[in-house]
């Protein structure tokens, strides 16, 4: 790549470990039509990847897809060295909190307990004060233990969305994924559910997808975008192949000014037909090839 | 009034009916909860209709019409919660085809069946007062079964209708629950159809629960307030039915319409008042 950008922050470990998720060459989709293509992606233990991308351009597909729920149409992935499906119970899922029903009758306990729920019957009885010292634990990390009676329902969407973390937490999982953290999530919250992923960070690889590059790009260690092919140099960088996918949010950044340098050189994009230096009101420019 | 009553329940009939009611109400309240979460009051109006083959069949041959009926609901139910699974939104219309195929298989061995057929608009508008002892030992079976079934797979079950792909990845048996559930809507079905009839069906298998989910934040709780409400409501429309010599379904149903009205009136003078 001719790209001139800073590198991401030094992890010495993570080259050199076995990869947590290995794609090559993925085409997944529904109903026999792919959404993605041609995809490779590898990351590894320690790593905190920020997938954007637009909506529609497949970010929730790869996560299925990794998560086990989607199959692959054609290509290899691997998940902990597994299958999707026999890692899938290794992973924490944190959907998007708009996807649980805003009515369901159920308690935050009882939703963190959720994680804890084994696939048979018969077993589970046995264990209950672990389970109780785990939904603690989990909820004492997510910050809401205060919290844990409260109906799930009169949450606020950032309250929801750090109690689906730790119902993830509570799986122990080798890795975190987030489908859109900070939908319906207020700024202040967004905020300090960004620093509880930071601190999580210490101790679990995390991979997030949104659509919102300015949320995600100060908190990130790298960045890839995902629009039915996917770019990704393991480099906290917004390079110009990203651009080429037909991202619009480089444009975003020009707008509202830069706290990283993730755009690279000027320079660089002379191909473009169009200036990209645009004015902050001139948001169409980036849109075209 | 009390002795009035003890008189109306002197009637073996109608201590029958008390009994269909309260054993229908238990099977109801705990299943028509998880029908009201799931979404899932469409299939099991298409699960009720499609019943109705069962009877028509079971009667031709002249078997016993319930059986018939639950043969026909534990097929559709199966059949239908595999098109759920299967195809997802666009399992709509398929279950819109058997809702209407079993019916119309119903209505035509009915037409075949010699003799009175009066007795088979029991199976459309319900007959509380003509329930048989074969009957309630089909609401006994169904109501233990419901209590059995959902006792066990309570914590799964929740985390399935609460979120279905965090279940998933979790390795939790999705798919067999979920037809499991609606078999098991399908026998409570087949079962309230005696009392309200298929038609009515549906708004005693979820009005008890919506009632309930309006004041009540635990999936366990509002069962049992739905358990507690068909009681008052089956007991109360029976009693209304007798004095008033109406059809006993139909009033039942009224009453529970009557019951969800209050509920939504009561339950928004609590939020003003906040």
Redesign the interface.
């Known amino acids: 790549m001719e790209t001139m950008v800073a590198q991401r922050e030094k992890q010495p470990t993570s080259q050199m470990a076995e990869p947590i998720i290995e794609i090559k060459g993925l085409w997944a989709g529904y109903d026999g039509r792919a959404v993605l293509e041609d995809i490779d992606f590898e990351m590894f233990p320690g790593d905190y990847v920020g997938l954007i991308g637009p909506n529609g351009g497949g970010k929730t597909t790869l996560i299925k897809v990794i998560?086990?729920?989607l199959p692959v149409m054609r290509g290899r992935v691997s998940v902990l060295g597994q299958s999707p499906v026999s890692a899938?119970?290794k992973?924490g899922?944190v959907?998007q909190v708009s996807?649980?029903?805003r009515?369901?009758?159920?308690?935050v306990w009882?939703?963190v307990?959720?994680?804890r729920?084994k696939?048979h019957?018969f077993k589970?009885r046995f264990n209950k004060k672990t389970d109780k010292d785990e939904i603690e634990w989990a909820l004492r990390q997510s910050d809401v233990l205060d919290l844990a009676r409260k109906?799930f329902?009169q949450l606020s969407g950032g309250q929801r969305q750090r109690v689906l973390i730790a119902?993830a937490l509570v799986?122990r999982p080798k890795l975190l994924i987030l489908d859109e953290p900070t939908a319906n999530v207020d700024s202040k919250s967004s905020a300090m559910l960004y620093d509880l992923l930071a601190e999580l960070n210490k101790s679990i690889s995390i991979l997030l997808v949104s659509h919102d590059l300015m949320a995600i790009s100060t908190h990130v260690k790298t960045i890839g975008c995902v629009n039915r092919r996917m770019v990704y140099h393991n480099q906290k960088v917004f390079s110009k192949d990203m651009l080429d996918l037909g991202y619009e949010c480089p444009v975003e950044l020009l707008a509202h000014g830069l706290p990283h340098r993730v755009l690279h050189e000027h320079h660089d994009l002379d191909a473009f037909s169009e200036p990209i230096s645009v004015s902050p009101t001139d948001k169409k420019a980036g849109e075209k090839r | 009034m009390i002795e009035n009553l003890i008189e109306m329940f002197s009637f073996e009939f109608m201590q029958n009916a008390l009994l269909a009611g309260v054993l229908v109400s238990v099977a109801c309240g705990i299943i028509g909860t998880l029908v009201v979460?799931n979404k899932n009051v469409g299939i099991s109006g298409g699960i009720a209709h499609a019943a109705y083959g069962g009877v028509g069949i079971a009667s031709y041959f002249g078997l016993d019409p319930v059986l018939g009926a639950v043969v026909f609901s534990l097929f559709s139910s199966l059949a239908m919660g595999l098109a759920q699974r299967k195809l997802r939104e666009r399992s709509d219309t398929m279950i819109g085809v058997m809702w209407a195929v079993g019916m119309a298989i119903g209505i035509i061995f009915i037409s075949l069946t010699p003799g009175y057929r009066a007795n088979m608009m029991s199976y459309l508008f319900g007959s509380i007062l003509a329930v048989s002892s074969s009957d309630i030992w089909w609401m006994i079976g169904t109501a233990i079964g419901v209590i059995v079934f959902v006792a066990?797979?309570y914590?799964?079950l929740?985390?399935i209708?609460?979120?279905e792909?965090?279940?998933?990845?979790?390795?939790?048996?999705v798919d067999l629950l979920s037809i499991l559930l609606l078999m098991v809507t399908g026998l409570t079905i087949v079962v309230a159809m005696r009392v309200v009839g298929l038609i009515m069906v549906i708004a005693l298998l979820t009005i008890p629960a919506a009632i309930g989910?309006m004041f009540?934040?635990?999936?366990r709780v509002?069962m049992l307030s739905a358990i507690v409400l068909g009681i008052l409501i089956n007991g109360i429309g029976l009693i209304l039915s007798f004095k008033l010599n109406l059809q006993a379904g139909a009033v039942i149903i009224l009453l529970a319409a009557g019951f969800y009205f209050l509920s939504f009136l009561i339950k928004r003078s609590i939020l003003f008042k906040r």
């Open positions: 998560l086990g729920l899938r119970d992973l899922y959907p996807h649980s029903d009515d369901f009758p159920i308690s009882d939703v307990r959720m994680g729920q696939p019957v589970e109906s329902n119902r799986t | 979460v066990l797979f914590r799964m929740l985390a209708s609460f979120d792909e965090f279940a998933t990845v979790r390795n939790l048996p989910s009540f934040k635990d999936l509002i």
